[in-house]
Every structure is written in C-alpha cells, then in structure tokens.
C-alpha cells in the first residue's frame, strides 16, 4: 500500500510527473494537462466536453477544487475519480 | 438584399461548383464574393471547405476564399467533436426514461461516422422516443438545464398539439438545441407511418442507435417532401446524393422500396430521389425511376412547383418564377401535414401575421410574438 | 437618402458596406479615415455588411436602424439615434461569429513599438479610459476590445478600430483631447451613453505589423488608490484569462495551449490606480 506522503514535499514531482502520468490514458485521449510553471497550480481541459478545470495549489484549494473530503496521497487516483464523478472525464468519450 | 454590384450566380454554376471544385480555379473576385455569400446561406460552404481541402486546392484561391474555407472546416470540426459529448449527456437523461432513444438525420451521420456528415453543419441533435414518455423526458431534461426556447402562443400550441415535435429544447449554458420527436411526421395528418416499421430498421454504432442507410435515405426523402419552409431544403439534396452514392447497391435499394411501400411513403421517395438526381445530375436505378406514381400531368405539375422551390433561395441565385412556386409547394408542405379545416385556420393566423410584418416590419412583434 | 457603398478596408478584414443612412457614412469617415475607400480596388471583401432604415411605415413614427451581415440579422432593430454603436457591435458579431483562425481575446491591446500589453477589462474598469490616454500619449492601439491572438503564439494581429467610450469617460476624454475625431453620442444604449474615438494617426499607419504580448494587466480605476500593483500567480491569471476569452471554446485544445501559453509567456498583474500617469510609467519602465 502506497505510503502517504505530504504534499509540501514531493509538490513539484506531483504537479509535473505524477498526475500526468495517473491521468495518462485520459490525457492520451482528449484530456490536455497543464501545471504552471510557477507552481501555482494545475488545469485540465477537457477537448471533448470543452470544459476548463483549473486548481489552485494549497492542498485545502486542491480538496475544494475536486470536492474531496479525505486526503489526498501521491497516488492521485482521487483526483481522477473525482474528475470522473463530476462528469469532467467520462471513460466512454475518450 | 443585394447590392446594386453584386454578381448573380445560376443555380447550375454552384452544383457545378460543388461538384467538381476544380472548376473554381481562375474565378473572379465578384463571383467569390457571390458564391460564398450563397454557401453559406445554403449551408453548404463546410461541405465545399471540405471537398476542397481533400483536393488540396485551397492555395490555388484568393487569400480571403482561403480563409472563409479554412473557418467553416474549423466550425463543422468543432460541431462533431461536441456532438459525442452532447449525445452522452442525452442519452444518460433519456434513458432514466426509457431504453428507445433514435438519433436522427445530421446527428446521426455524423454518429455513424458516414461520408455525408462531412463538412455538414446541424443545427438541432434529432432523437426519436416514443410518445408516451415525451413528458417524462421533457421533465428530465428540464433538470439538466435544458428549457423549451421562446415561441408564441400559438406556434407553442401548434407544436403540441398538431405537429409532431414537442418545441425544441436549449442547454441554457451551452446553447445545443435537441429536438425530440415521437414520430416522423406529424400523427394528426393520419400519414404517420407504423414507426415500428421503421424502428425494426436500426443499427448500433459507436454506442448510440440509428436508422440504417436505407432507412435514413427515406426519412430524408420524407423531411424533404413534408416540408413547411423549402429556404434551407437545397441542402438536403446533398445529403440524398451522399447517401445514394455511398450505400446504392442493389440490395439498398430493394430494401428502401420495401420499406417506402410498406409505411406508405412511396411517392416521396421517389420525389426525394428524383429531384436530387436532376439538380446534382446523377442516375437513379431502374427499378426506382420505371416505377411512377403519378400520371404524367401531375407529375409535370409538381416537377413545376418543386424543381424551383428547391433551388437556393439566395437572391444572388435567381431563379425566374420563384415565388409563386414557393407558395404552392409552402400550401403543399402544410397540406401534407394536417387536415384541411385545421390548414386553412393555421394559414389565416400565419399569414395575417405576415401582413402586419410586411408593412410595419419583421419587429413589431417582439421575441416572443406579441405585438409592440 | 438613396443607398450608397463602401469598402471599409480594416485590417484583417474588410467589410464592403452598404447604407442609406446619412449620419452612417459621416461618422464612419470621421472615425476611420484613410480605412474608408468610396472607390475601392478592392473587389473581394470579407464581409457584405448593410445597415439600414426599417420599412417605409415605421420611418415616419418610430425610425429604425438594421443591421444586416449578408442575409442574416444579427439584433433586433435599434432607434436611429444609436445606429452608430449598432454598426460598431455589428463589426464585433459579425467577426466573432465567423473568424476562427485567431483565439480571440475581449480585451485591449496597445503596444510600444513591438511590444504588447493586453487589458482585459470588465464593463466599469476604466479601460477605455486608460486605452485613450495611452494611444494618444506614444503607444499604438491595435484593438480596444478585441485582441486578435495567433494560435500557439503571444502574437497579436491588429485589428485597429475606434474607441468606444462610456458615460463618465465621454466628458474625461472630451476635456484631454479637444481636437480628438469624436462621433456623435448614441445615448441609453445597454451600455448608457455611448460615444467613439478614433485613435492617432500613429495606430492607423502601423495597423499591419504585429506585436508580441509581454504582459497582460487588469486595470481598475479607484479613486482612492494611487497605484497599486498585484501580481497574480499564473493559475489566477489563467483562470482569470478564461473568463474574458471569447471563442477559445470553438477552438478546442488550441485555444486552451494558447492561453496557457500567453500565461507562461507573461507576467500578469492587477493594478488599482487613479493616477494614468503613474500607471504608464509602470508599464513602460517595469513591464515593457
């Protein structure tokens, strides 16, 4: 089971290697990714809905901006299901 | 409303033009000004872009043609990538309601990914349910954000209660427009085809249901034919085209005559398919042309009428004799569509009100029909 | 007035216009100068515009002005006395509607020399106040509300145009620049008294060269405030950007590479001023 790590310290690896590479099979089909280089947050857009997540970076905005309620791990897999129940991501359309 | 240097363009020159794109090469500017301007009413300049843009002729014309082309390409792309994601979120609402849910015509092309969906711009989504769960639907659309767009009294009532179609409904923050039918035609002209008939003649294609080639070629016979406004119908001469050319084989068409027989709409398949043929010059197969049904006075009579109302109606595109053809074939249109008592009180009120608007301007009634 | 045509050669476009309304073809000389050519070589237009009296009936009672793009009307009639900002919105419809080779951005843009500064501004900021005072005070206005961007790219086309000035600002700038070429005021629009300004010749000589954005600023006059500077982060410019952007949407994945871009490229700040001069110096010592 995937060790919890805290954000403040892999925030960097999170926002440029990990979520790309979680959310890979949707950015591969239609999902754009964006994480400024500012670290000031991410985007995602979604070509074929045509809408524009974008987040901001303290974890409380990052909870907020994905309705989560539990923390979250490196693992980002939340965030996709999070995504995926908003209706942002649907499997079907991309 | 055109301008006194305006360049009038035969309707023979713009088929011509459609269908071998070549020809274009070396036009002068005047007949570009005119010719796009024409397309583009006719909704067909996408279709052009596109056929151009297979032949790789788009640098061969003026910078300012290139740019038209390349923004309608740019448009019809971003219709049918939208269509997908539309259609899902439709399809989730419907089917809380009920597992029959049709798309029809523009949307259901471009879903069956077919040739004549390309370059093709659609306006509403058409899907077909069956009429006992209108209501149902209505309501659980109404949830999503989708409301019924600003009508008058009485077209709101005409739609209800006398055509076949619930008034269409507009996403309020994405502003897609869907039509939802129960019927092909409206019930109430006593013409309405057995529709099992033709749900019995459906196919499943990227996850969503349609009308086989066949099935579709008729009901676009049939919307051409049942038309109440020929100004956009030149269009759908096109999509005949594309469909015959694409799927006309000899088993296509056994199976759109049978079908054409069985629901009773013969003779527009044949008007459908025949006025296609002669305006975009292509042949139809024997076993279609040889069989007529009309005596040969009446069809010169409605080959009068309906060869000119199907001609553009862009005042750029003249074509002698035009208006009194466009009322018949309008009287026509509504004939098809109701009984006679009720076609002539609804042809009181429309044209009462096209009077008021001639003299005191298209505005004095307001959105939402009401006299200022 | 019979109906008489021109070709209003702005670029990118140009526009061949049609009217029978004598207050039209005075203000549109007045406000686009040398764009204005009654005998044009032009023979293929963008557009086919006409604007126009309604029907002989309502002339006499109520006049009218339409608004025609070919075949299709936009708006629904308007009064004559507002048939100016009619033609002016019309312009931005019919561009908006159509033009999908640039991301468009509803914004000013002005530009010292090559460089570019976008301000996207909400009704009631003061930005055509700010964009009056800077083209007439060494910088070129390429657009005062619709910033024209190469997909992909910070670049911006000019599509150079007059200045559309409201309520308070009218009397402002009346008083700045007295031998400005003002139109007539179209009063009770939407958007209240509505009155346009054409920009220097400088703008109107250099509209064919482009400009690189390297800023995006959103003023917002307080009379409180001397000037004050806030960057935002790039996630709140983004999501700010997305707000104001027109048509990113009809361009899918490109619009949105686009603003993300401009966003990486820029720096974006937010400024509360009620001093233009102290603001220009801002912008053109540390922005430029």
């Keep these: 089971m995937e060790k919890k790590l805290p954000w403040r310290k892999n925030w960097k690896r999170c926002l440029t290697e990990i979520m790309p590479k979680k959310l890979g099979k949707y950015i591969e089909e239609g999902v754009i990714y964006h994480a400024f280089s500012d670290q000031s947050g991410v985007t995602f857009y979604s070509t074929v809905s045509n809408e524009v997540f974008v987040a901001a970076v303290s974890e409380n905005n990052l909870r907020a901006a994905f309705h989560l309620k539990n923390e979250m791990t490196v693992d980002v897999s939340n965030i996709v299901s999070a995504l995926v129940k908003q209706g942002f991501i649907k499997t079907e359309w991309h | 409303m055109m301008s006194s240097n305006s360049l009038p363009i035969t309707e023979e020159a713009i088929v011509r033009a459609l269908q071998d794109p070549n020809s274009c090469i070396g036009k002068c500017d ?17 279709l052009f872009a596109f056929r151009c843009e297979e032949l ?46 049709l798309y029809l015509k523009g949307a259901a092309y471009c879903l069956a990914n077919m040739t004549v969906s390309k370059g093709r711009l659609f306006s509403d989504i058409d899907v077909l349910v069956p009429k006992e769960c209108l209501d149902k639907i209505e309501k659980s659309l109404l949830f999503k954000g989708w409301l019924s767009k600003p009508i008058n009294d009485y077209d709101e009532r005409y739609y209800r ?11 309020s923050r994405r502003g897609t427009v869907v039509d939802i039918h129960h019927n092909l035609v409206p019930p109430i002209s006593g013409k309405a085809p057995d529709i099992e008939a033709f749900l019995s003649q459906t196919m499943h294609v990227n996850g969503v249901t349609v009308l086989k080639p066949h099935a579709m070629l ?10 109440e406004t020929f100004k956009q119908a030149h269009r759908d001469l096109y999509d005949i085209s594309s469909i015959i050319k694409d799927y006309g084989n000899s ?76 009322f018949l074939a309008w009287a026509r249109g509504h004939w098809c569509k109701m009984p006679l008592m009720l076609l002539i009180y609804h042809l009181s009120i429309k044209s009462g009100r096209a009077l008021a608007q001639s003299i005191l301007g298209k505005h004095f009634f307001d959105a939402e029909g009401t006299p200022k | 007035m019979a109906l008489s045509s021109f070709v209003l050669n702005t670029h990118p476009f140009s526009f061949r216009v049609s009217t029978d309304i004598e207050q039209i073809v005075e203000s549109v000389k007045l406000l686009y100068g040398d764009a204005v050519e009654l005998d044009s070589r032009i023979s293929l237009p963008s557009y086919e515009i006409k604007i126009k009296h309604t029907s002989v009936a309502r002339k006499l009672f109520k006049p009218q002005s339409q608004f025609f793009c070919d075949q299709r009307e936009p708006f629904l009639p308007m009064p004559i006395d507002k048939c100016l900002a009619m033609f002016e919105w019309g312009l ?17 843009v002005l530009a010292k020399g090559d460089k570019a500064v976008l301000f996207p501004a909400p009704p009631g900021s ?53 031998d400005g070429r003002f139109s007539h005021i179209s009063p009770n629009t939407h958007k209240g008294d509505v009155i346009h300004l054409s920009p220097p010749q400088a703008s109107w000589h250099e ?82």
């Excluded at chain 2, 000004?33 to 300049?45: A, C, D, G």
């Excluded at chain 2, 209660?161 to 996403?171: C, G």
């Excluded at chain 3, 700038?173 to 007295?178: G, L, R, V, Y």
Aim: hydrophobic letters at 40%; charged letters at 20%.
């Design chain 2, 161 to 171: 209660e006398w055509a076949h179609e619930i008034p269409p409904l507009v996403q």
């Design chain 3, 126 to 178: 003061g930005k055509s106040t700010l964009t009056s005072w800077l083209s007439h005070n060494g910088w070129r206005l390429l657009s005062d509300e619709m910033a024209l961007m190469t997909p992909n790219t910070t670049q911006i086309t000019p599509f150079v145009r007059p200045i559309c000035l409201k309520n308070n600002a009218i009397a402002l700038a009346k008083e700045w620049f007295p």
């Design chain 3, 92 to 108: 931005n419809w019919v561009v908006s509607a159509h033009e999908f080779r640039h991301v468009i951005l509803h914004s000013a």
């Design chain 2, 251 to 326: 088993t296509f068409w056994d199976e759109v005559i049978r079908l054409a027989k069985e629901t009773g709409f013969y003779k527009e398949l044949f008007l459908g398919c025949r006025y296609s043929s002669k305006k975009l010059g292509y042949e139809l197969p024997p076993k279609l042309i040889s069989d007529v049904p009309y005596t040969s006075a009446k069809l010169m009579l409605l080959d009068l009428v309906m060869l000119k109302a199907l001609s553009p109606h862009h005042p750029l595109c003249k074509v002698p004799g035009r208006g009194v053809a466009n």
């Design chain 2, 30 to 46: 005047a007949w570009w000004f005119s010719f796009i301007k024409i397309l583009r009413f006719e909704r067909l300049l996408s």
């Design chain 3, 207 to 288: 509209r064919f060269n482009t400009a690189e954005v390297v800023a995006i600023v959103y003023p917002q006059y307080s009379t409180s405030t001397f000037c004050d500077i806030y960057e935002l982060t790039k996630a709140e410019a983004f999501s700010t950007l997305t707000t104001n952007a027109f048509n990113y949407g009809v361009l899918g994945g490109t619009g949105f590479t686009t603003l993300t871009n401009l966003v990486e490229k820029c720096q974006t700040f937010e400024v509360k001023y009620n001093n233009l001069e102290e603001l220009q110096s801002f912008l053109e010592n540390d922005v430029l």
């Design chain 2, 218 to 227: 008729l009901h676009s016979c049939i919307h051409l034919i049942f038309n």
């Design chain 2, 56 to 101: 790789d002729l788009l640098v061969t014309f003026p910078m300012v043609v290139q740019g038209h082309l390349k923004n309608a390409l740019i448009m019809a792309q971003r219709q049918a990538d939208h269509l997908k994601y539309e259609v899902s979120l439709l399809s989730d609402s419907i089917k809380t309601v009920t597992p029959q849910c």
